[in-house]
């Protein structure tokens, strides 16, 4: 197992944990949507025997990312852990939906546990190998995307370890039975694929590229029309843009009105943004960058396949990339930037913090009633 | 021998491809767009009105802002216009010949700008290939575009600046007038040359510093150049469009923030007590979404309806080059890369404080740098392929070209075909033929009334029929200016024309009178057979307008 922690760990720890509890009970007293509703993990209710989690748990596995961020930070490289960790504590993205209970962080909460047994198979492959197998099977039994996604990340060792063949075996042995009997409800399969993968559904897409193909024919242009109005053409057209608006900085660095509650909230404060872009520039001196963003992008699917995309609470699974990148720009700020700079930065993310407290504080009570109505 | 040659063979690229820019820009500009909007009759009649007469509509001497619909709009383009009405008389074609040449000379022009920054002949003719069959650059260069006309003045402005900083003082004055000019032409370079020229000064201190006596000169004469539009901008009718515009009248934002704020205790409303930061973060929302993926490739360019993957302002096989060509330059391989960033960075100011969605329009000034960007870009995937990936290299090359074609194709039909059909009525499809009609027949009428309100889904767009037929009538300007007009609530009237909305209940009864109004104000089952004189469609095949004469 790992080596136990220092003493300046220990504290680092109690101090971040301390951050992470007080911003949320400072929250909570302005929220009303705060829901402790129990959620079950999704495809073991197809076995008639779903798992329910209560919703108290949730701020736990909040806690626990919390943890997981800063030790897998922290071996990536020195204090990486502890700036993404104060991030994740502080990020008005990851308050929310730890309190409104969000299965997303569960599943942030496992792929963070997937990653760190993968960091621990360089120092005890017994630990590893169990945490991998077991993380693996929760994954993929809590969210169906993951049925493609973990294969992908185990099977093309894009994360760039060497994952012993044993484990997919063993995964994949696991697996076999109670996927074969959640196949006997095929219903509930196609429930939850709908539900998951919804990026088609949209009915306006089929009416957008018939309105564009009967135009062209009208217009005397048939031909053209099948080739390229082609509605295949159209729809992977579509998905692109919608792969686009995922990796759009102004997806995670400006206002969002679809954040649940945070109408005028960045999940990312545009403070960040700066250190944000010099950790991704220094990032790609990383030998390991292509296997680490091709795993960002994998991870992206569940929101890309939503059917309002970007959907920012599936994006959560995300965040640690982000966390770490403005981490990695942030060991990097007091080199390469001006005092002045980074006073001008500090100030924008305290008046961003505070405004977003007092907006939600005072605002969207009032928007609430105003948009019921 | 070889150099001579290299340099014709650029020649005659350029050649080549301002006379393909030049089609794509003038081929039948005045049937597509299919109508003419409200902005260019305005500045068309104002042109006419200014070469017969040398007054405006209102009467005013050679104005510096044109007060027109109450929006004072910009002068540079209304005086452009006036030597082709002299020669073409005023029709589609004459008033926006002026803005399609200068779309066209813009191509030689932004080439001189792009060997200027980067000293670079192969970045320089990809940028200018790109700028020729720019989805952007066409759509804007095939109507009336300020705009336009003011990207290409900061051009010339930005040729003359580089070359006056090297220490050319012939260049001094054509770059302060270019400079200046753009800040006449369109408001956002009056806030863009601003800070702009501060950048500038940063980014070539050293250069301006070993000229100083050049560049003092080019400060003088700038700010001589100026002063009016300050004068105006400040205390003149120009600041009226500079609030119409401003970020804080969005709609979005007065939904959301600019309520009474509900206050749980007395210790946040000190902090409530301003939308300020509020607005700041909004301003960042839509300066980020200027860069928005929907923006740049799928739909910026607004010629298609909503929720239909149009035109965007750049095509879809620029998405790896622009990120590639952003990534170059991080990595420091481009001359003048900072000049780059900053123009495109500063670009994006002036449109992001304004109202409304994104603004291929208030946006053009970084049409340019995009166009640099995504060329460098370019070569950078064709050195990636040549390097890492010349194995696959062919398959690769197959799939891009025909991904360019299918993407060129699809512009070619929203162009040719969805633009037309989909946007007729943002062009005020239909007011032509209604004038033209009520022209043809006033001798028959006593009275001629039009409703400005028209709309397929309710009437909530208000047009200026009254701009139209003096456009159309080529009406006397001098008997414009001095007779007598009637404006009273809700209505204006002059000769026998009046623009009002069309109340049928009580309009049913006036004989003798012509009345023109969308299917929203002349509803056919009020109608009497007969009374129907004519139904103006649009392209897209709905219904626009109904000629109507009550009878007896």
Redesign the interface.
């Known amino acids: 197992m790992a080596k136990s922690i220092s003493k300046v760990e220990f504290f680092q720890l109690v101090a971040i944990l301390s951050i992470f509890v007080l911003a949320r009970v400072f929250f909570i007293s302005?929220l009303n949507v705060v829901s402790f509703g129990d959620k079950s993990i999704l495809i073991l209710e197809l076995l008639n025997n779903p798992v329910i989690l209560p919703g108290w748990v949730f701020p736990l596995f909040g806690i626990g990312n919390l943890f997981l961020i800063y030790i897998i930070g922290n071996k990536l490289e020195k204090n990486l852990g502890l700036f993404a960790a104060i991030l994740y504590a502080l990020s008005s993205w990851s308050i929310y939906l730890d309190m409104s209970g969000s299965i997303f962080v569960f599943l942030t909460f496992l792929l963070l546990l997937f990653f760190f047994g993968l960091q621990l198979l360089e120092k005890d492959k017994l630990t590893a190998k169990v945490v991998i197998t077991i993380v693996s099977i929760l994954l993929i039994y809590t969210n169906i995307l993951m049925v493609i996604i973990l294969p992908i990340l185990l099977i093309c060792k894009i994360s760039g370890y060497k994952i012993d063949n044993k484990i997919i075996i063993t995964i994949i042995l696991s697996l076999l039975l109670p996927l074969f009997l959640s196949f006997n409800n095929f219903a509930g399969i196609k429930n939850i694929l709908n539900n998951n993968v919804g990026i088609f559904q949209e009915v306006?897409l089929i009416?957008?590229v018939n309105?564009?193909q009967g135009?062209?024919r009208e217009?005397g242009?048939g031909l053209?029309a099948r080739?390229?109005?082609n509605r295949y053409?159209?729809l992977g057209?579509?998905f692109?843009?919608t792969v686009?608006?995922n990796i759009?900085?102004?997806t995670y660095?400006?206002?969002q009105?679809k954040i649940l509650g945070f109408?005028?909230s960045?999940p990312l404060f545009?403070g960040f943004l700066v250190p944000f872009l010099m950790g991704l520039?220094k990032f790609?001196k990383n030998p390991n960058k292509l296997g680490f963003f091709a795993i960002v992008f994998l991870l992206l699917l569940p929101s890309v396949l939503a059917r309002r995309s970007p959907d920012l609470e599936k994006l959560l699974i995300i965040s640690p990339f982000f966390f770490f990148m403005i981490a990695y720009g942030l060991t990097d700020v007091r080199k390469k930037m001006s005092v002045v700079i980074i006073l001008f930065l500090v100030v924008i993310v305290v008046?961003?913090g505070?405004?977003t407290i007092?907006?939600i504080?005072?605002?969207e009570?009032?928007?609430a009633?105003?948009f019921k109505e | 021998m070889k150099n001579l040659l290299v340099r014709y063979q650029v020649f005659i690229f350029l050649v080549a491809l301002t006379l393909i820019g030049g089609l794509l820009r003038l081929y039948q500009n005045d049937k597509n767009p299919i109508s003419l909007s409200i902005d260019e009759v305005a500045f068309g009649y104002n042109a006419y009105s200014v070469l017969k007469t040398g007054r405006d509509e209102y009467g005013k001497f050679l104005p510096i802002t044109f007060k027109s619909v109450g929006d004072y709009k910009n002068p540079v383009v209304v005086y452009t216009m006036i030597p082709s009405i002299y020669f073409l008389g005023l029709n589609a074609f004459s008033i926006r010949l002026p803005t399609a040449l200068i779309a066209t000379l813009s191509i030689p022009l932004f080439y001189l700008l792009f060997v200027l920054i980067t000293r670079n002949k192969k970045y320089a003719i990809g940028a200018t290939l790109l700028l020729a069959i720019s989805p952007w650059h066409i759509y804007y260069s095939r109507y009336i575009s300020d705009h336009l006309i003011a990207l290409a003045f900061v051009v010339c402005g930005m040729i003359s600046f580089l070359k006056m900083i090297e220490g050319k003082k012939f260049w001094v004055i054509p770059a302060a007038i270019f400079l200046v000019g753009s800040m006449y032409t369109y408001h956002a370079e009056r806030l863009f040359i601003p800070i702009f020229s501060l950048a500038l000064i940063v980014l070539y201190f050293r250069q301006i510093n070993a000229n100083r006596k050049i560049f003092l000169l080019f400060v003088i004469s700038a700010c001589i150049l100026v002063l009016p539009l300050v004068y105006s901008t400040i205390f003149g009718p120009d600041k009226a469009r500079v609030q119409m515009t401003l970020i804080i009248k969005d709609i979005e934002f007065q939904r959301n923030v600019a309520f009474k704020t509900y206050s749980i205790n007395n210790t946040y409303q000190f902090l409530t007590s301003t939308n300020a930061p509020l607005l700041f973060f909004y301003w960042v929302r839509k300066y980020l979404y200027y860069i928005h993926p929907g923006f740049l490739f799928y739909s910026g360019l607004n010629m298609t309806t909503n929720g239909i993957l149009g035109l965007g302002i750049m095509y879809i096989f620029e998405i790896p080059w622009l990120i590639l060509g952003i990534i170059t330059l991080l990595k420091k391989k481009v001359l003048n890369y900072r000049l780059i960033f900053a123009w495109v960075l500063i670009g994006l100011i002036p449109a992001s404080l304004t109202l409304n969605e994104q603004h291929p329009s208030r946006s053009f000034l970084i049409l340019p740098m995009t166009l640099l960007i995504s060329s460098v870009g370019m070569f950078s995937f064709f050195n990636l392929i040549k390097k890492n990936l010349s194995k696959y290299s062919y398959p690769i090359y197959f799939l891009f070209t025909l991904l360019i074609i299918w993407n060129l194709l699809f512009a070619f039909l929203v162009f040719k075909v969805h633009f037309p059909k989909q946007k007729g009525e943002d062009f005020m499809e239909g007011t032509k033929e209604t004038v033209e009609y009520a022209l043809a027949n006033q001798d028959k009428y006593q009275e001629i009334v039009f409703d400005p309100r028209r709309g397929i889904y309710g009437p909530d767009i208000v047009s200026i029929p009254h701009m139209y037929i003096l456009f159309y009538s080529k009406y006397d300007p001098y008997k414009y200016q001095t007779e007598e007009k009637i404006h009273g609530n809700n209505f204006t009237s002059f000769d026998k024309y009046t623009i009002r909305e069309i109340d049928w209940r009580v309009d049913r009864n006036k004989k003798g009178t012509l009345f023109i109004g969308s299917p929203w104000s002349l509803q056919e089952k009020n109608l009497k057979e007969g009374e129907i004189l004519k139904r103006v469609y649009l392209s897209g095949g709905d219904l626009a307008f109904l000629i109507v004469s009550p009878k007896p």
């Open positions: 302005f306006g009416n957008g309105t564009l135009q062209t217009s242009y053209l080739l390229v109005e053409f159209y057209d579509f692109v843009l686009l608006k759009s900085l102004g660095f400006s206002p009105e109408s005028f960045a545009i520039s790609f008046i961003q505070v405004t007092t907006d504080a005072t605002r009570p009032q928007r009633h105003i």
